[in-house]
């Protein structure tokens, strides 16, 4: 029989990646070839023009800050001009400059890169450590992303395998792949949750297992919160004091930045061991008008620790509260409880999640491994015959369509079991429109611009006909990747158009908001348009109520300065009603309608009180 080909599972982490495979029927950890289980997530140009990964990149941070990246992951997926990406740009050594499209771009020497590049440098690293362990090439490989990641991430991932030369069979995510291999092998029937805080990302999920089955019920998390965070507070905290004892922002030197990151770093991982830990940085600055150096020398508790990152950990708490929820599952309903991540070794984490879950957390579970044993087990399932293992993962956040009035039309809910396709009709909101925008949401919130951009695409040549006429088939597919494709079709003509989403991710909400408003023609109508005309009339009702009580309340108040507020208010309140019952948005037209009841019972509640 011939050998069958090897195939990898990866846990490309923030910090730190894990190669693994499956040796035997057990899935097992591909040492790298400094003979280390984890591989630092670090890419370098050197000082004599090398690229450096890993270890060798990591230990050489301090002397070459600018042009060291780590944490790559936090920025991959996102646009330059997301907020998050902003906020990294203030503590990153290294230096982000924005793409051509509004993508990040991390410049090493006089070259810049893009973010899926510098991963994929750390794949290919991985990539070469399992050939020099099995003695041939190694093409295909299961990469594991944070369950919340979002599409664009997920795909931003799968470039970063394929720059890298890998060929990924699958993109899992890491709580399930945790799951996978906690229970691979082992007879686990019920339901788990997996709690997983890494260096930059945090997730929980809930799932049931039954018979090698593992059912993602609920998923839930935030990509940007983990160990980075907790280091970012302790560097703050340093920097703030330092600052006020010598008027000198450390922050500004980024030789001094990169060691406060290392320092801090080392400080919070004793802290799981001790009660206090001091902090030594030797010569880390210079006073501005020359004299001697100065250093840094401060004690930090396990007690400050925790008073400094409190509120992190409680948002990973109420985010377990919400997807416990949605699993409709309650603490004591859990069979187990795992941990994954290193930002898991925390004494105060792995208080909170005791006692959120009301139980001790499962043991034998290595947090830094059991992501990548998981991907192991899920490559060979993917590729044997013989295999147990089937994992249905769900979808981490809603999808929609922008609609008119301003609203998303919910085509899958979040959780929802992929891969999974749903279709659903819609109209045209305008007479005449032979032209539809289908802009591609992902998130929970009601208001189109408060979701996230995942997409657009238009599909023109539509029939001139009275508004709602022509009918349109939007479909919306994602595979078990978590990869979304939509179409959209004419139901009359059979025209269609589709794509499979590429990230256009990370526009803010004001403008999301300003393309909603600029391009309200060519949106779907989902509900009746009735709404938005009956809307209107509402809201032009009581423009008129408003502006037949402001005489009267003029004459009763005798041009007192509360009359002359009230009634100025009134004015700009009706203003603005005006332009939102000429618009497009039943948003606009809804907030509008709201200031103006407020200012009919205000004035009608003065009036009452004069008479
Ligand atoms: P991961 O992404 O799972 O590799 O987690 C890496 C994060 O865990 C980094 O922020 C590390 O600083 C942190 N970490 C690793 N070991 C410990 C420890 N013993 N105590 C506290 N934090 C740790």
Known sequence: ????????????????????????????????????????????????????????????????????????????????????????????????????????????????YSVPEISAMVLRE?????????????????????????????????????????????????????????????????????????????????????????DVIATGGDTYLGGEDFDNRIIEWLVFDFA??????????????????????????????????????????????????????????RDKLEELCGDLISRTVSICEQVLVEAKVKPTDLKEMILVGGMTRVPKVIDAVKTFFRRDPCKGVHPDEVVALGAAVQADALTSTDSEVVLLDVTPQSLGVAVAGGYVRRLIPKNTTVPTSVTEIFNTSKDDQTTVKIMVLQGEAELAHQNELLGEFILTGLRKARRGEVEIDVTFEINSEGIVSVSARDRETGLQQSIQVTASGGLTEDELKR?????????????????????????????????????????????????????????????????????????????????????????????????
Not at 277 to 293: D, E, H, K, V
Not at 575 to 591: C, I, S
């Open 244 to 301: 006020r004892e010598n008027n000198l922002d450390l922050r500004k030197d980024r030789m001094a930045l990169q060691r406060l990151k290392d320092a801090a770093e080392k400080a919070k991982i004793e802290l799981s061991n001790t009660k206090e830990t001091q902090i030594n940085l030797p010569f880390i600055s210079s006073p501005p008008g020359g004299g001697a150096a100065l250093h840094l020398q401060k004690t930090l508790t």
């Open 515 to 611: 393309i909603m408003e600029e391009q309200a023609d060519m949106l779907l109508e989902a509900r009746s348009g009735e709404e938005l005309t009956a809307k209107r009339a509402e809201l032009k009702a009581l423009m008129k109520e408003v502006e037949g009580l402001i005489p009267q309340l003029d004459k009763a108040t005798q041009g007192s300065e509360f009359g002359r507020d009230a009634i100025a208010k009134a004015k700009t309140a009706l203003e603005a009603a005006r332009k939102a019952a000429e618009g497009p948005l039943l948003v606009r037209v809804n907030e509008s309608a709201d200031t103006l009841n407020r200012t009919v019972s205000l004035f009608k509640g003065v009036l009452e009180r004069i008479k």
């Open 1 to 112: 029989m011939a050998e069958r080909e090897p195939v990898i599972g990866i846990d490309l982490g923030t910090t730190n990646s894990v190669v693994a495979f499956m040796q035997d029927g057990t899935p097992t950890v591909i040492r790298n070839r400094s003979s280390s289980n984890l591989t630092p997530s670090v890419v370098a140009l050197s000082k004599t023009g090398k690229m450096l990964v890993g270890q060798i990149a990591k230990r050489q941070a301090i002397t070459n800050a600018t042009d060291t990246v780590y944490a790559a992951k936090r920025l991959i997926g996102r646009k330059f001009s997301a907020p998050q990406t902003q906020d990294a740009v203030k503590v990153l050594p290294y230096t982000l400059h924005a793409g051509e499209h509004d993508d990040i771009r991390i410049t090493l020497g006089d070259k810049q």
């Open 126 to 214: 991985l990539k070469l450590d399992a050939e020099a362990f099995f003695g041939q090439p190694v093409r295909k490989a299961v990469i594991t992303v944070p369950a919340y990641f979002n599409d664009g991430q997920r795909q931003a991932t799968k470039d970063a395998g394929r720059i890298a030369g890998l060929e990924v069979l699958r993109i899992i995510n890491e709580p399930t792949a945790a799951a996978l291999a906690y229970g691979f092998g082992k007879t686990v029937n019920g339901k788990i949750a997996v709690f997983d805080l890494g260096g930059g990302t945090f997730d929980v999920s809930v799932l049931d297992v039954s018979s090698g089955v593992f």
